[in-house]
C-alpha cells in the first residue's frame, strides 16, 4: 500500500549525498566535503552584529529587509556586477537557499522543465521537485561548463527557467562572458527566466565573473554573504530582480520566514559596505590550497584540471560511490559525483576550504587507500 500519511513531495526526496556523507565518517575524519570557508569572520562584522543586540535591534524588519542594506546591496551590485537594480527590487533572504527557494516557488508551476546542469548543486533539482516541476538535465563540455548550443536544443514549450551557476558547485567552473551573453539573449528569445545563483563570485582565480543580468531584464540573481565573508551560519542571502519577480516573490518570503534575521542583517550591512581585503586574502590562501590539492591529486593518479572557481576539486575517478565510500571509511569524507547528478558519476567532489595541514594529510591517505 501506499505512503499516504506524508505529501508526495516530501517522499519523493532524499536527504542530500553531502549529508549523508558526513553522517557515515567517524570522529576525527578529514572533511573534504563540506563547501564552507574555514576562516572566522571578520572582526568589524561581528562587532557589527553585538552592536545591534546592545542597542536591542532585535524585532521584525520590513519584509524585504532593512533599508540600509538594499540600498548597500544596490550600490554593491552597480560597483561589483554592473547592474542596475533598486532598493525596491531586492529581497534580504535566510540565505541564498530561501533565495532559490521563492525564486524558484515563483516561477515553476506543476509540469514546467527547468534546465539545470548536470552535475549541479544538489538543491535545485530538489527544489524543483517540491515545486512539482521537472529538472531537464544539461550536459557540461569538456571544461565542464554548460554549452549555449546545448541549452537551444533543450528548450521546449514546457521549459520555464535555467539556472546557472558560475563559478559552479561541484566543478568549480566559470563561464565566459560570452557564454553569460548568449543565455540572457536565449532567455529573451524563448520567454524563459535565468536564476543565475552566484554565491562563489568573489572566489576567482582565472577568468572572470559575469552577471548574466548585465544583459538581460529576464534574469533572477541570488547571492549570500555566506562564503564572501565566511558567514555562512548567519542565513543571510538576497535576491535581486526586476519588479515584477519581486512582486511575487516576496509574498512567498512573507509566509516563508517573515523576514530575514534582524541582526544578521546589520552584519551584512558592515560586510557590505566594509573592506574586501579579507575577502581577498581568503581567495589568496584557497588559490594555494587549490594548488597543493590539485597538484597532489594528479600526482597520486587522480586526473584533475585546476578549477577555474569556488573551493572544490573535481577529480576523475573509477567509481564515484565506491571511491567515496572508500576513502569515508579510512577517514576522508568526499562527496561522491553522482550526489550532484548522473553526469557527475566518474568524479568526486572535495572542498579546500580546509586548512593545508589537513588538506596534506588527506592526500597522504588516499595515496595508500587509492594505489
Known amino acids: 500500500m501506499a505512503n499516504t500519511k506524508f505529501a508526495k513531495r516530501a517522499l519523493d526526496i532524499d536527504i542530500s549525498g553531502i549529508r549523508k556523507m558526513f553522517e557515515a565518517a567517524g570522529p576525527g575524519a578529514v572533511n573534504l566535503g563540506i563547501g564552507q570557508p574555514d576562516f572566522d ?10 552592536n545591534a543586540i546592545n542597542e536591542g535591534f532585535t524585532g521584525y524588519t520590513f519584509g524585504s529587509g532593512i533599508v540600509e542594506l538594499r540600498e548597500a546591496l544596490s550600490s554593491k551590485f552597480q560597483r561589483e556586477n554592473s547592474i542596475d537594480v533598486s532598493s525596491d527590487e531586492l529581497i534580504v533572504t535566510s540565505g541564498a537557499s530561501e533565495a532559490l527557494e521563492i525564486a524558484i516557488a515563483s516561477l515553476v508551476n506543476p509540469g514546467d522543465e527547468v534546465l539545470v546542469a548536470n552535475p549541479g548543486f544538489v538543491s535545485y533539482n530538489s527544489l524543483i521537485e517540491i515545486m512539482g516541476g ?3 538535465p544539461l550536459p557540461l563540455g569538456d571544461d565542464l561548463t554548460i554549452r549555449p548550443e546545448d541549452v537551444v536544443e533543450r528548450i521546449n514549450p514546457k521549459t520555464k527557467a535555467m ?8 566543478t568549480g567552473a566559470v563561464q ?10 536565449i532567455a529573451d528569445d524563448h520567454n ?4 543565475s545563483d552566484e554565491v562563489y563570485e568573489h572566489f576567482i582565480y582565472e577568468g572572470e565573473h559575469v552577471s548574466p543580468a548585465q544583459f538581460s531584464d529576464n ?3 541570488v547571492n549570500a554573504v555566506s562564503k564572501t565573508y565566511s558567514m555562512t551560519g548567519w542565513r543571510l542571502g538576497y535576491v535581486a530582480a526586476k ?5 511575487q516573490m516576496i509574498k512567498i518570503h512573507q509566509y516563508v520566514q517573515a523576514c530575514a534575521n534582524s541582526i544578521a542583517q546589520k552584519a551584512a550591512l558592515a560586510a557590505i559596505n566594509g573592506s574586501i581585503d579579507p575577502v581577498i586574502e581568503m581567495r589568496e590562501e584557497f588559490r594555494k590550497r587549490r594548488n597543493v590539492l590539485v597538484e597532489g591529486l594528479n600526482s597520486i593518479g587522480l586526473k584533475c584540471d585546476f578549477p577555474k572557481g569556488a573551493f572544490y576539486a573535481f577529480p576523475e575517478v573509477s567509481d564515484s560511490a565506491e571511491v567515496a565510500a572508500k576513502l569515508v571509511s579510512n ?15 566518474g568524479h568526486i567532489r572535495l572542498s579546500y576550504a580546509t586548512s593545508m595541514d589537513n588538506i596534506k594529510k588527506a592526500l597522504g591517505i588516499m595515496e595508500e587507500v587509492l594505489k
Not at 163 to 170: E, F, M, V, W
Not at 176 to 185: G, I, P, V
Not at 334 to 344: I, L, R, S
Open 134 to 136: 521537472l529538472s531537464s
Open 41 to 50: 569572520t571578520p572582526e568589524h562584522i561581528k562587532q557589527a552584529a553585538i
Open 192 to 195: 524563459i527566466t535565468l536564476i
Open 243 to 247: 519588479q515584477e519577480y519581486t512582486d
Open 331 to 345: 577517514g576522508i569524507i568526499v562527496v561522491p559525483g553522482t550526489a550532484f547528478g548522473a553526469g557527475g558519476e
Open 219 to 221: 534574469v533572477i540573481t
Open 163 to 170: 539556472i546557472l551557476n558560475s563559478p559552479a558547485n561541484p
Open 176 to 185: 565566459s562572458r560570452s557564454d553569460m551573453k548568449a543565455f540572457a539573449e
